[in-house]
């Protein structure tokens, strides 16, 4: 009989589905139901997607079984992509999980959580039955429903479209009147300025006038004092010693108003015969040293940092808890120790949120240095915001160590700025040439690329092409996506071209909400390239779970990404993994930024108890020249022709990870000596399960 209907289950209900199974066939409606129907020598992903694809209808048995099982799931979305109409039979009580929420959350279901019985068969047959028999008909009334309210949300959801572009074009209108006004402002300012300078500058030439006529009165005295000497006596050198002291005594009464005018000092006149007391400072030590520098209580850190909005992320979970670890640590100890002032200094942070905003970033980042002059600058979160906050750093003359961040763009400033380091690999620093020599070594030849349509997208793709060029992989496909693509049926046309081209290599330069529904769609459509690679976001731990690594733990076996480091690098990596995890969760270690997030706060402090000083110039020097003892092992910066640094490659402990049984593993790095491979490369990668 052929089939019409495919019956979609989990193994531990295979009692309740061959239920289902017969009271269909029962009444001439024809299934097809596994492994019964499963041809002895057919290859089974095959055979599912064959007999899903030609069914008119697929019946769900609904259980806490198969709402967690990816091989369901996976059915269930096929499908789905295909219009096959799907109808859940409910046997037991089940929250939906987000997979299984995505297919069939509108959907209607037919109950039978007290146990299958007649009556529950009955019903199931009899609304297959129907669905079979209006296959072309009318739409029936829950479908015109359907559509209305999907007309409904279209609506809804075009009116607020108008309404934030309408709010972002006042929001436009308001930045730039307020540019405009703050340019006006800032005019009047630099007049105001220069008359104030006039004004200083008239009033230190009449004093400097009064100071020169003091100092010529001083000379005619000293002459007038030469010219009544006495006649030298036989001991003359005692009489002509006593006569300098005198008439030196006289010119030095009348040079001090000028020292004291030119120092913006008051006057008094010198006590008679003898030499003026030195000027007031706030402190004479005893000794007659150095000054000291005025009594400080803490080292005041700045940041502009995304605490809201679109970026927000980034603080709670990349660089946000390791500086703030950092900061608490330091403090229980009593503060940095800082020569200058001979004492440990506790530190305070001063945060400002951007909200995610370049142009609110800009104004934030100067408050800290010119309003609060703070005395270390942490950087603000992301490449495009670092780019705008770099220049005026270094223009204020603030060290500016980077976090979430690094491109080949910023590479590209540092030359001409001095006081910028960043400490990120990225695309060429080293990333995908590693991966190209990798790759190469196991005879890759060709190589298909989907690339975000954004810088990130397109520097990572143009490395990766120029890359690949050098060690002989040819680029079979190459195409751009927006990153509006966030579902596995945006993919179904990307992957099956992908497919019919049939690379050795693929890789996907997205995003997290790209690279998940990328991954899901290859499993669906059985495309397996010899090497997938996907990034950012596969080198968080939850790029392991979120496809169900609880029911299949291969499930992303052989997937590559980016990574550094895991727990089994170093005793002291496995230490900063172990004190994250309670703050932001398992699912939020982040094997590619941060052992480099550790490393930036270790450089700060080190640098700060090695100089004895807060002073920018002397840290920016000793930063630029010296070699750190951090997370990653000995530390230092590569600068670029006189200008800042990017912490130097041969630091990397690793480039490449592979998620081999559950564990993002290293497995490529740089030839240099603080590379630590933990497993092999594998491939070609696994089939997916």
Not at 146 to 170: G, T, Y
Not at 336 to 365: A, F, H, N
């Amino acid at each position: 009989m052929a089939h019409e209907v495919f019956i979609c289950y989990a193994s531990p209900d295979k009692t309740v589905a061959e239920a289902v199974c017969d009271a269909l066939e029962s009444r001439q409606v024809g299934c097809w139901i596994a492994p019964r129907d499963v041809l002895p020598g057919m290859e089974w992903a095959e055979t599912i997607v064959d007999a899903i694809d030609s069914s008119r209808a697929l019946v769900l048995v609904l259980s806490t079984n198969s709402n967690i099982s990816p091989q369901v799931i996976r059915e269930v979305g096929r499908a789905a992509g295909k219009g096959i109409p799907i109808i859940p039979l409910r046997i037991d009580e089940v929250s939906l999980s987000k997979a299984m929420d995505y297919f069939i959350s509108r959907h209607h279901w037919l109950d039978a959580q007290t146990g299958v019985q007649e009556r529950h068969l009955k019903r199931l047959t009899d609304t297959v039955q129907q669905i079979l028999s209006q296959k072309g008909a009318p739409p029936t009334g829950i479908e015109k429903a359907e559509a209305e309210e999907k007309a409904r949300r279209e609506a809804e959801e075009a009116r607020k479209e108008a309404e934030e572009r309408a709010k972002r074009e006042a929001e436009l209108a308001a930045k730039e009147e307020a540019k405009r006004e703050a340019e006006e402002a800032k005019e009047r300012a630099r007049k105001e300025a220069e008359e104030a300078a006039k004004e200083k500058a008239k009033r230190e030439a009449e004093e400097a006038k009064k100071a020169e006529k003091a100092w010529e009165k001083a000379l005619k005295e000293a002459e007038k004092a030469k010219a009544k000497r006495p006649e030298p006596v036989k001991a003359g050198k005692p009489l002509i010693k006593q006569w300098w002291l005198w008439a030196g005594a006289a010119v030095v009464a009348a040079v001090i108003p000028l020292v004291v005018i030119l120092s913006g000092g008051g006057g008094g006149e010198p006590p008679p015969g003898g030499e003026p007391p030195p000027e007031e400072t706030e402190e004479m030590p005893p000794d007659g040293g150095v000054v000291a520098p005025p009594a400080k209580e803490s080292i005041v850190i700045g940041a502009v940092r995304s605490l809201t909005g679109d970026l927000a992320p980034f603080d709670e979970i990349a660089f946000g808890p390791i500086y703030r670890i950092w900061v608490d640590e330091v403090n229980a100890a009593g503060g940095i120790y800082v020569e200058e002032y001979g004492k440990k200094l506790p530190i305070k942070l001063i945060i400002y949120d951007d909200e995610s905003d370049l142009d609110t970033m800009t104004r934030l980042t100067e408050k800290l240095i010119v309003e609060d002059e703070v005395d270390i600058l942490f950087s603000a979160v992301g490449d495009a915001f670092i780019q705008v906050q770099a220049p005026i750093a270094n223009e204020h003359g603030y060290v500016l160590i980077t976090a979430e961040g690094g491109s080949t763009y910023t590479a590209d400033m540092l030359p001409g700025l001095p006081y910028v380091f960043v400490t990120l690999p990225f695309s060429d620093w080293y990333q995908l040439p590693v991966l190209a020599d990798m790759l190469a070594a196991k005879g890759a030849e060709t190589a298909y690329i989907v690339r975000i349509d954004d810088a990130h997208g397109a520097e990572y793709s143009g490395v990766a092409v120029r890359e690949f060029a050098r060690v002989g992989i040819d680029i079979v496909g190459s195409v751009g996506i927006p990153i509006t693509h966030s579902t596995p049926e945006d993919f179904r046309a990307i992957i099956e071209a992908a497919k019919a081209a049939k690379p050795d290599v693929f890789c996907c330069f997205a995003y997290p909400q790209g690279i998940i529904p990328c991954t899901i769609e290859s499993m669906m459509q059985g495309f397996n390239p010899d090497a997938f690679l996907v990034g950012p976001g596969g080198n968080f731990e939850w790029y392991s779970t979120v496809f169900g690594i609880y029911d299949d733990p291969n499930i992303v076996n052989g997937v590559t990404t980016f990574a550094a480091a895991n727990a089994k690098t170093s005793a002291e990596l496995a230490e900063l993994f172990a004190e994250l995890e309670p703050i932001i969760g398992t699912e939020l270690l982040d094997y590619w930024g941060h052992p480099f997030y550790r490393a930036v706060v270790q450089i700060w402090q080190q640098a700060i108890e090695a100089t004895g000083t807060l002073d920018q110039a002397v840290l920016r020097d000793y930063i630029a020249t010296a070699t750190f003892d951090t997370v990653l092992g000995p530390t230092w910066f590569t600068i670029f022709g006189g200008g800042g640094g990017i912490l130097a490659c041969e630091c990397h402990p690793g480039e490449i990870g592979q998620w081999q049984n559950g564990v993002l593993e290293i497995v490529g790095g740089g030839d240099w000596l603080a590379t630590v491979l933990t497993a092999d490369f594998i491939y070609p990668k696994p089939r997916w399960p």
